[in-house]
């Protein structure tokens, strides 16, 4: 009989406490979902954007610069989607304009040089390998660079986040009961039946102090806890900022555009440069002038641009072409529901906050459904009495030592590699982006470890000087009710 019981409570547990970790995991791993389909359609839109540059405006290129814009943007989604990847933002950036200043060299600017390539000489790989010493695009790339690479940071933390809290709540739910936690979780639920006692509740401050000796090892996390979840709001927060991934994502079109309009602005100064460097870009055979820029689509016809060696006019006749940058949407409007990062951030804001305490509040929350607060007597474990007599401890490994009725013997070593990793998480996360997860100070909220032992009213433990003790059960709605004690 006993052993049924024991199989029974520790069931019923679990199932209690899965319930409720259910409800975060899938909070998380649901938003961690719609970040990612967003971030992909961003993605795809952003290179339908920019292959549309190519195929009405440099239709010349557009079929050989089309492998290099889809790996461009498999780098970039590869880069937000797998945070363990080495992918780096910059190296890709750098390496599309690598493999497009051939292209811009030998079929925009001097278009029979194009001849010389398919002849098998070196005049390619010698224009990719120089492109950064060349520098064909001004600044272009290297803003390009880094605007994608901070507007993507943020993005890929959050994934690595998301990842994280998923691993943290898949190890909480395979953390085992002790055999002293299921001796007192029978005796607190179980034991009453033997006396025919079968409708007597647990009191309140038994409860309590059954279920934090029980998840004492689970608290544990309550700190570390509380730190990422200060920093997942802020990274939510970041990716959603002013649209910022959105326009650095859309953006991508105009900086190429920029940097090819320079390049032809600079074509006669950039040809001299490659055949010191290259060797002659043109043969005899296939000697052309460089030719005029061609503008993409939507601009009004005039005069071809004359080419000129000097800087200042160049860069009025590129001013002039500003007008070529698209005024588009801040994202594509497929359907109904397909929703920005900001709305999907607010959404998970409005969600995560409640989570925060959710370690230190679950012996609580587990309370809530095993006690009568309207009764005016319960079981105390022993017997059936109008008050619990016991001291009421306080949440962690430590304040244990003072719980009357579980014994902990120490941190449970599955649970203390969970909190290990989530403390390294906000370490490095910290160290690498500074400043995220201190907009509150969850300092003074401490548990555990920085616990003392003893209990206080904000603990959720008993009261003094009062006729009735008050039991204060702080859930995730940040509600208090009196317990019958």
């Not at 992918?87 to 890709?92: D, K, P, R």
């Not at 190429?256 to 074509?267: E, F, K, R």
């Not at 203390?416 to 997860?437: C, W």
Request: proline share 5%.
């Amino acid at each position: 009989m006993e052993e049924s019981y024991r199989v029974a409570v520790v069931r019923e547990t679990v199932q209690n406490i899965r319930s409720y970790s259910f409800e975060l995991k899938f909070l998380l791993s649901g938003h961690a979902a719609a970040f990612q389909d967003t971030y992909q359609s961003l993605f795809s839109f952003s290179l339908g954007h920019l292959s549309s540059l190519f195929e009405s405006g440099y239709t010349s290129i557009s079929t050989a610069v089309a492998p290099h814009i889809s790996t461009l943007f498999s780098d970039i989604s590869l880069f937000i989607r797998d945070a363990s990847s080495n992918i780096s933002v910059e190296a890709a950036v750098h390496r599309f304009y690598d493999n497009l200043f051939p292209l811009v060299h030998t079929r925009l600017i001097n278009p029979g040089s194009a001849a010389a390539i398919t002849d098998g000489n070196n005049l390619s790989d010698c224009l990719r390998m120089t492109r950064q010493d060349v520098n064909p695009f001004g600044r272009h790339a290297l803003v390009m660079a880094k605007e994608l690479a901070e507007a993507l940071r943020a993005a890929r933390a959050l994934t690595w986040a998301f990842s994280v809290g998923e691993e943290v709540m898949n190890g909480t739910e395979v953390a085992p009961l002790t055999k002293e936690c299921t001796r007192a979780l029978v005796k607190m639920q179980y034991c009453p039946h033997c006396r025919g006692l079968t409708l007597i509740r647990p009191c309140g401050a038994y409860c309590i102090n059954v279920m934090r000796g029980c998840l004492a090892s689970l608290s544990e996390l309550d700190m570390p806890w509380r730190r990422y979840v200060a920093i997942l709001e802020d990274l939510t927060l970041a990716v959603a900022h002013e649209h910022s991934l959105e326009l650095a994502l859309l953006g991508i079109r105009g900086q190429v555009n920029d940097a090819i309009l320079y390049a032809q602005l600079h074509g006669p100064r950039l040809t001299a440069t490659v055949d010191k460097v290259c060797g002659q870009s043109m043969t005899e055979t296939h000697s052309v002038q460089p030719t005029t820029i061609k503008m993409v689509p939507k601009v009004t016809d005039g005069p071809p641009l004359p080419t000129n060696h000097s800087d200042p006019p160049a860069m009025e006749q590129l001013g002039r072409l500003s007008h070529l940058r698209s005024s588009l949407p801040l994202k594509p409007a497929k359907s109904d529901k397909d929703r920005s990062l900001k709305q999907i951030a607010r959404e998970f804001m409005n969600y995560i906050g409640r989570y925060k305490a959710f370690f230190a509040a679950l012996p609580e929350m587990l309370c809530e459904g095993e006690v009568v607060r309207d009764e005016f007597t319960c079981w105390s474990g022993d017997d059936v009495v109008e008050s619990y007599s016991g001291r009421v401890v306080g949440n962690g490994v430590h304040a244990q030592r003072q719980n009357p009725e579980v014994r902990v013997r120490g941190p449970d070593h599955m649970l203390t590699q969970v909190k290990d990793r989530l403390e390294h998480f906000n370490q490095a996360i910290q160290e690498s982006m500074p400043g995220l997860g201190r907009r509150e100070s969850w300092e003074d909220l401490g548990s555990g470890e920085e616990n003392s032992g003893e209990c206080d009213d904000e603990d959720g433990c008993q009261g003094s000087g009062e006729d009735t003790p008050k039991i204060c059960e702080c859930t995730l709605n940040a509600k208090c009710f009196t317990l019958n004690t």
